[in-house]
């Protein structure tokens, strides 16, 4: 629910609040297609609610569904929702999902430093070298207009995907 207000100027009546007459109403608000509120499943993950989550896979829903250029992977990376992560990807998740800002899953569980939900992510195939729109991948720099977080997950990344074909 959006509020709309209207401002109506009235001529010849000089200027200041008395000219203007200010209209407010709680008004939908949607282009044809865009969805206002999250789907079930989007809302069961951020929520971080397995269970929910579980029920709405087994009913069928596409656990790719795309709700404001992200998906519920999207939304469990980022959040550290490790366990609903693992069951979207066994639903059939992507992920390699680029979003609207170009970021993946893997570079938000490493920016946000979820260190198990990057082993999973790379365990299923994660792309290591997508980039975001402000140019880094997960294995150079965090996705903070270009400055390192030493503290970040970032560099662990490439040691758990490369560290084990070096050994």
Known sequence: MHTLVIALILPGLGIGLGSCCIFEQQTEIAAPGVVMAAPP???ATLAGNVDDVRSQLAN????????NTNTALTYAARDGFTEIARLLI???AEVNWIDGEGV???????????IELVQLLLAHGA???IRDQMGPDCAGL????????PHSAAPKI????YMPLLI
Not at 60 to 67: A, V
Not at 142 to 149: I, L, Q
Request: glycine share 8%; charged share 25%.
């Open 60 to 67: 069928g829903t596409d656990p790719n569904l795309i709700y």
């Open 41 to 43: 499943l989007i809302e």
């Open 158 to 161: 490439f040691k758990l995907k």
């Open 90 to 92: 066994d639903h059939g």
């Open 142 to 149: 965090c996705p903070t207009a270009g400055r390192v977080r």
């Open 104 to 114: 993946t899953p893997l570079i938000l569980a490493s920016f946000k430093d979820h």
């Open 127 to 129: 792309d290591i070298t």
